[in-house]
């Protein structure tokens, strides 16, 4: 069974700085990996979707890159504003579905 | 452009009443069409899938059921609450199955007393 891990659950950082998110997945048999943020009480936006034939994609000061082999995945984000504050999930995609990380929270303070 | 809504947004509901959550898409057609339910502090739970009008696919047991009466319609209901059915709801489209990205609605936060 396809299990998605997101390391660290939460972290704290000042404004400007660079930071990495971490995804891992059990099963390296996946489409896609995609990456959403959430913001409190609001449902999820696409940042970035990797197909599995895919290294990485880059939007903007996002890149994601991906290695199915090793099955993970981190989330780089350049100069971080506070309103990059949110929660981060990423997910893997199936046949017919996606599995979800429990996701990090991310509060940039200024 | 796409867009899907939910309702309502919030809901709060006595154990053992009746549940029923809407979620409609418009802009596309024959989507695929998906129920998550989010506790606090966890990752999205896959609660059905849909492909098509009347096909549901259902990932968990559950007090939870799911129908389509229509092609961009997709509703999530339950006969009688549990505690265990609050949080947070989403729904979400994609074009085709795994391969394409999914679009969420804005959620429908429930509160079973």
């Known amino acids: 069974k396809q299990e998605v891990t997101q390391i660290p659950a939460a972290l704290s950082v000042p404004e400007g700085e660079n930071l990495v998110l971490n995804c891992s997945f059990t099963d390296s048999a996946i489409y896609n990996l995609q990456w959403f943020r959430q913001d409190p009480g609001k449902g999820l936006t696409s940042l970035l979707l990797i197909q599995s034939s895919q290294r990485e994609q880059t939007s903007g000061r996002l890149n994601a890159s991906l290695d199915k082999s090793s099955g993970r995945s981190t989330l780089y984000i350049a100069a971080s504003q506070p309103g990059d504050s949110a929660t981060y999930l990423c997910?893997?995609?199936?046949?017919?579905?996606?599995?979800f990380g429990a996701g990090t929270r991310l509060t940039v303070k200024p | 452009s796409q867009t899907i809504h939910q309702w309502p947004a919030t809901l709060v509901q006595p154990v053992g009443s009746p549940l029923s959550l809407e979620c409609t898409v418009e802009g596309t057609s024959n989507p695929n069409l998906y129920w998550y339910r989010q506790a606090a502090g966890r990752g999205l739970q896959l609660l059905f899938y849909?492909?098509?009008?009347?096909?549901i696919s259902s990932e968990v047991p559950q007090n939870l059921s799911a129908s389509r009466p229509q092609d961009r319609q997709f509703i999530l209901s339950s006969k009688k609450l549990l505690l265990s059915d609050s949080g947070f709801y989403l729904c979400?489209?994609?074009?085709?199955?795994?391969?394409?990205?999914?679009?969420f609605g804005p959620g429908t936060r429930l509160t079973v007393l």
């Open positions: 997910a893997v995609g199936l046949s017919n579905d996606m599995r």
């Open positions: 979400a489209w994609s074009a085709t199955g795994g391969t394409d990205t999914q679009y």
């Open positions: 849909s492909v098509g009008i009347g096909q």
